[in-house]
Protein backbone atom coordinates (compact mmCIF):
# COMPACT_ATOMS: atom_id res chain seq x y z
CA UNK A 1 0.00 0.00 0.00
CA UNK A 2 0.97 3.60 -0.43
CA UNK A 3 2.21 5.86 2.35
CA UNK A 4 4.34 8.96 3.15
CA UNK A 5 6.26 8.61 6.94
CA UNK A 6 7.37 11.25 8.30
CA UNK A 7 9.60 10.05 11.47
CA UNK A 8 9.89 13.42 12.88
CA UNK A 9 6.73 14.84 14.42
CA UNK A 10 8.79 17.74 15.84
CA UNK A 11 11.98 19.57 15.30
CA UNK A 12 13.86 22.52 17.61
CA UNK A 13 16.37 24.27 15.32
CA UNK A 14 17.99 27.49 16.07
CA UNK A 15 18.05 30.12 13.64
CA UNK A 16 20.87 29.89 10.96
CA UNK A 17 21.32 26.22 11.93
CA UNK A 18 21.07 23.98 9.06
CA UNK A 19 17.86 22.02 8.87
CA UNK A 20 17.06 18.08 7.36
CA UNK A 21 13.42 16.71 7.49
CA UNK A 22 12.94 13.32 6.97
CA UNK A 23 10.03 11.93 4.92
CA UNK A 24 9.99 8.05 3.49
CA UNK A 25 7.89 6.30 1.13
CA UNK A 26 6.23 3.54 -0.08
CA UNK A 27 4.78 3.32 -3.51
CA UNK A 28 4.69 0.60 -6.41
CA UNK A 29 5.66 2.70 -8.98
CA UNK A 30 7.63 5.77 -9.82
CA UNK A 31 7.06 7.94 -6.93
CA UNK A 32 6.21 11.70 -7.73
CA UNK A 33 6.96 13.82 -4.55
CA UNK A 34 5.99 16.59 -3.33
CA UNK A 35 7.05 19.09 -0.06
CA UNK A 36 4.40 21.88 0.86
CA UNK A 37 4.68 24.59 4.02
CA UNK A 38 1.67 25.33 6.30
CA UNK A 39 2.35 28.30 8.36
CA UNK A 40 -0.23 28.91 11.12
CA UNK A 41 -3.35 29.58 10.24
CA UNK A 42 -2.56 29.12 6.55
CA UNK A 43 -3.50 26.62 3.45
CA UNK A 44 -1.02 24.58 2.10
CA UNK A 45 1.85 25.87 0.16
CA UNK A 46 4.32 24.06 -2.60
CA UNK A 47 8.00 24.21 -1.59
CA UNK A 48 9.11 21.90 -4.34
CA UNK A 49 8.57 18.79 -6.40
CA UNK A 50 10.12 16.10 -7.75
CA UNK A 51 9.14 14.61 -10.77
CA UNK A 52 12.03 12.46 -12.89
CA UNK A 53 15.52 13.67 -13.60
CA UNK A 54 18.08 15.28 -11.14
CA UNK A 55 17.54 13.80 -7.66
CA UNK A 56 18.47 17.34 -6.39
CA UNK A 57 15.39 19.62 -6.77
CA UNK A 58 15.58 23.12 -5.52
CA UNK A 59 12.02 24.75 -4.09
CA UNK A 60 10.74 27.96 -2.85
CA UNK A 61 12.27 29.86 0.59
CA UNK A 62 15.93 28.49 -0.33
CA UNK A 63 14.83 24.90 0.42
CA UNK A 64 16.18 21.73 -1.53
CA UNK A 65 15.38 18.03 -1.49
CA UNK A 66 17.09 14.96 -2.60
CA UNK A 67 15.26 11.77 -4.05
CA UNK A 68 16.89 8.57 -3.03
CA UNK A 69 15.65 5.71 -4.51
CA UNK A 70 17.63 3.27 -2.65
CA UNK A 71 16.51 4.72 0.58
CA UNK A 72 12.87 5.43 -0.50
CA UNK A 73 13.15 8.84 1.15
CA UNK A 74 13.21 12.74 0.05
CA UNK A 75 14.19 14.54 2.44
CA UNK A 76 13.86 18.49 2.73
CA UNK A 77 16.78 20.88 3.46
CA UNK A 78 17.76 23.74 4.13
CA UNK A 79 21.34 25.36 5.06
CA UNK A 80 20.29 28.05 7.25
CA UNK A 81 16.99 28.48 8.81
CA UNK A 82 15.33 31.60 9.78
CA UNK A 83 12.28 32.61 12.06
CA UNK A 84 10.08 32.88 9.34
CA UNK A 85 10.80 29.14 8.59
CA UNK A 86 8.83 28.18 11.98
CA UNK A 87 5.70 26.29 10.28
CA UNK A 88 4.35 22.52 9.47
CA UNK A 89 6.21 20.81 6.97
CA UNK A 90 4.39 17.95 4.71
CA UNK A 91 6.11 15.41 2.21
CA UNK A 92 3.45 13.96 -0.27
CA UNK A 93 3.26 11.11 -3.02
CA UNK A 94 1.28 11.62 -5.91
CA UNK A 95 -0.16 8.50 -8.33
CA UNK A 96 -1.86 8.34 -11.10
CA UNK A 97 -5.54 9.02 -10.08
CA UNK A 98 -7.43 11.37 -8.17
CA UNK A 99 -7.03 9.54 -4.80
CA UNK A 100 -3.58 8.94 -5.11
CA UNK A 101 -2.09 11.39 -3.34
CA UNK A 102 -0.91 10.74 0.14
CA UNK A 103 0.60 13.06 2.63
CA UNK A 104 2.38 12.41 5.96
CA UNK A 105 1.46 13.71 9.11
CA UNK A 106 3.62 16.49 8.94
CA UNK A 107 6.64 17.63 11.10
CA UNK A 108 6.19 20.73 13.08
CA UNK A 109 9.32 23.50 13.07
CA UNK A 110 10.09 25.39 15.75
CA UNK A 111 12.75 27.86 15.04
CA UNK A 112 14.36 29.53 18.30
CA UNK A 113 16.68 32.60 18.47
CA UNK B 1 -5.22 35.42 -9.74
CA UNK B 2 -6.78 34.80 -6.60
CA UNK B 3 -5.91 30.36 -6.71
CA UNK B 4 -8.25 28.85 -4.61
CA UNK B 5 -10.59 30.61 -2.91
CA UNK B 6 -12.89 29.05 0.51
CA UNK B 7 -15.69 30.35 2.10
CA UNK B 8 -16.35 30.72 5.39
CA UNK B 9 -13.27 30.62 6.97
CA UNK B 10 -14.80 29.79 10.12
CA UNK B 11 -18.10 28.04 11.29
CA UNK B 12 -19.59 26.66 14.54
CA UNK B 13 -22.67 24.26 14.19
CA UNK B 14 -24.93 22.80 16.40
CA UNK B 15 -25.34 18.84 16.33
CA UNK B 16 -27.50 17.98 13.08
CA UNK B 17 -27.24 21.10 11.79
CA UNK B 18 -26.22 21.02 7.68
CA UNK B 19 -24.08 23.52 6.22
CA UNK B 20 -22.10 23.47 2.81
CA UNK B 21 -18.61 24.71 2.20
CA UNK B 22 -17.37 26.37 -0.99
CA UNK B 23 -14.74 25.96 -3.00
CA UNK B 24 -13.69 27.99 -6.57
CA UNK B 25 -10.47 28.33 -8.18
CA UNK B 26 -9.46 30.42 -11.14
CA UNK B 27 -6.91 28.25 -12.75
CA UNK B 28 -8.91 26.51 -15.14
CA UNK B 29 -7.84 23.44 -13.57
CA UNK B 30 -9.82 20.30 -14.22
CA UNK B 31 -9.08 18.61 -11.13
CA UNK B 32 -10.75 19.61 -7.35
CA UNK B 33 -10.41 17.59 -4.19
CA UNK B 34 -11.76 18.34 -0.49
CA UNK B 35 -9.40 17.09 2.50
CA UNK B 36 -9.51 17.07 6.09
CA UNK B 37 -7.07 17.75 8.17
CA UNK B 38 -7.08 16.36 11.86
CA UNK B 39 -3.85 16.82 14.39
CA UNK B 40 -1.55 14.10 14.04
CA UNK B 41 -3.44 12.58 10.76
CA UNK B 42 -2.21 14.70 8.27
CA UNK B 43 -4.57 15.43 5.48
CA UNK B 44 -7.15 12.81 4.59
CA UNK B 45 -9.27 12.76 1.24
CA UNK B 46 -12.84 13.27 1.11
CA UNK B 47 -14.43 13.54 -2.38
CA UNK B 48 -12.46 14.67 -5.35
CA UNK B 49 -13.51 15.64 -8.96
CA UNK B 50 -11.20 14.37 -11.64
CA UNK B 51 -13.11 16.21 -14.26
CA UNK B 52 -16.23 18.53 -14.16
CA UNK B 53 -19.13 15.82 -14.16
CA UNK B 54 -17.73 13.38 -12.32
CA UNK B 55 -16.94 12.84 -8.08
CA UNK B 56 -15.76 10.02 -6.54
CA UNK B 57 -15.02 9.05 -3.26
CA UNK B 58 -11.61 9.27 -1.40
CA UNK B 59 -10.57 7.54 2.05
CA UNK B 60 -13.26 9.24 4.40
CA UNK B 61 -15.98 10.08 2.74
CA UNK B 62 -18.66 9.29 5.33
CA UNK B 63 -21.06 12.10 6.36
CA UNK B 64 -19.95 14.05 3.26
CA UNK B 65 -21.43 15.06 -0.08
CA UNK B 66 -20.42 17.11 -2.96
CA UNK B 67 -21.38 18.57 -5.73
CA UNK B 68 -19.12 19.84 -9.02
CA UNK B 69 -21.29 22.75 -9.92
CA UNK B 70 -18.92 23.77 -12.80
CA UNK B 71 -15.60 24.08 -13.86
CA UNK B 72 -14.75 26.36 -10.93
CA UNK B 73 -16.89 25.41 -8.12
CA UNK B 74 -16.97 22.18 -5.97
CA UNK B 75 -18.85 22.17 -2.94
CA UNK B 76 -18.66 19.81 0.20
CA UNK B 77 -21.96 19.44 2.34
CA UNK B 78 -22.56 18.10 5.44
CA UNK B 79 -26.24 16.68 5.87
CA UNK B 80 -26.08 16.42 9.80
CA UNK B 81 -23.26 17.42 11.17
CA UNK B 82 -21.40 15.63 14.35
CA UNK B 83 -18.66 16.64 16.27
CA UNK B 84 -16.39 13.97 14.92
CA UNK B 85 -16.38 16.11 11.67
CA UNK B 86 -14.99 19.23 13.59
CA UNK B 87 -11.79 20.02 11.99
CA UNK B 88 -10.00 22.29 9.19
CA UNK B 89 -11.46 21.63 5.56
CA UNK B 90 -8.98 22.28 2.49
CA UNK B 91 -10.08 22.61 -0.99
CA UNK B 92 -7.62 21.89 -3.58
CA UNK B 93 -7.23 22.13 -7.21
CA UNK B 94 -5.07 20.47 -9.88
CA UNK B 95 -4.75 20.75 -13.79
CA UNK B 96 -5.66 16.78 -13.76
CA UNK B 97 -5.22 14.12 -11.48
CA UNK B 98 -3.05 12.30 -13.70
CA UNK B 99 0.94 12.55 -13.61
CA UNK B 100 2.50 14.69 -14.03
CA UNK B 101 -0.13 17.55 -13.98
CA UNK B 102 -1.59 16.18 -10.38
CA UNK B 103 0.51 18.99 -8.62
CA UNK B 104 -2.17 20.32 -6.14
CA UNK B 105 -2.79 23.75 -5.08
CA UNK B 106 -4.56 23.96 -1.90
CA UNK B 107 -7.23 26.92 -0.34
CA UNK B 108 -6.58 28.63 3.05
CA UNK B 109 -8.95 26.51 4.69
CA UNK B 110 -12.17 26.30 6.25
CA UNK B 111 -12.15 25.52 10.36
CA UNK B 112 -15.42 24.04 11.47
CA UNK B 113 -16.37 23.15 14.99
CA UNK B 114 -19.40 20.84 15.91
CA UNK B 115 -20.58 21.19 19.31
Known sequence: AQSVTQPDIHITVSEGASLELRCNYSYGATPYLFWYVQSPGQGLQLLLKYFSGDTLVQGIKGFEAEFKRSQSSFNLRKPSVHWSDAAEYFCAVGGNTGNQFYFGTGTSLTVIP | ?115
Open chain 2, 1 to 115: NAGVTQTPKFQVLKTGQSMTLQCAQDMNHNSMYWYRQDPGMGLRLIYYSASEGTTDKGEVPNGYNVSRLNKREFSLRLESAAPSQTSVYFCASSEAPRLPLNTQYFGPGTRLTVL
